[in-house]
């Protein structure tokens, strides 16, 4: 017999915006499993191809997709997980490099190939949570956490990934989409901020059921 119950919730959005904060969050408030995203990087993939992103493109995003794959297949299987990022966001960096260069389209071809297969073996998320966050504040946050390959990317990365982001989710149709603007939100250290979040969440939570939407929340206490 099956014990699937599924992914509650994934929590996406650019780098340095605050999803391993808010599923620590949820799953404290939710009492789901958390699942922050998985970082296995023996071969420092990702250290190299910001130093030569031609080069490594196609493999460091081969390698995380299907660790993506894995840890999604995992947390499917736990059930009631919430997920920092996930497989469903792993297109977001392809596409992004495949416009820039990084990727060719051969290359590209490959890894769309290789996705929409692992895409099959996989159900989406009940509610997907995205975090809004202009570049600058982004930044700002990749600073105060101060992983050293993170701090040596120029702006301009970090700018075009935010706006591949807004693309993305622009068109969203796997189900439930909860759309929060966080520039201006502690919900770390400001209880206020936290009771926010999780209302917001709550009630998108409690409407699963119903037909996909997308709900946009604007802080405005």
Known sequence: MSTYEGVEIVVDGVTGVGKTSLVRIISEEFNFSPFNEMFDDENRL??????????????????????????????????????????????????????YGYLSHEEYDVYNNLLNALLEQVEP?????????????AIRRIHRRGRPDELEVE?????????????????????????????????????????????????????IDESPTKLSAVDSR
């Open 46 to 99: 990702l250290h190299k191809f910001f130093y030569d992103r031609p080069k490594w493109a196609f493999p460091m995003q081969t390698n995380f997709l299907t660790n993506r794959f894995k840890q999604y297949r995992k947390a499917m299987q736990t059930g009631h997980a919430v997920m920092d990022r996930s497989i469903y966001s792993d297109r977001i960096f392809a596409r992004m490099y495949l416009e």
């Open 125 to 137: 998320p009940k509610l997907l949570v995205y975090l809004r966050v202009n570049t600058d504040e």
């Open 155 to 207: 702006r301009e990365y970090w700018d075009h990934l935010n706006q591949f982001y807004e693309r993305n989710y622009e068109n969203f149709d796997l189900g439930k989409l909860l759309v929060l603007q966080v520039d201006d939100l502690d919900y770390v250290h400001r209880p206020e901020d936290r009771q926010y979040m999780v209302d917001q969440i709550r009630k998108a939570h409690q409407t």
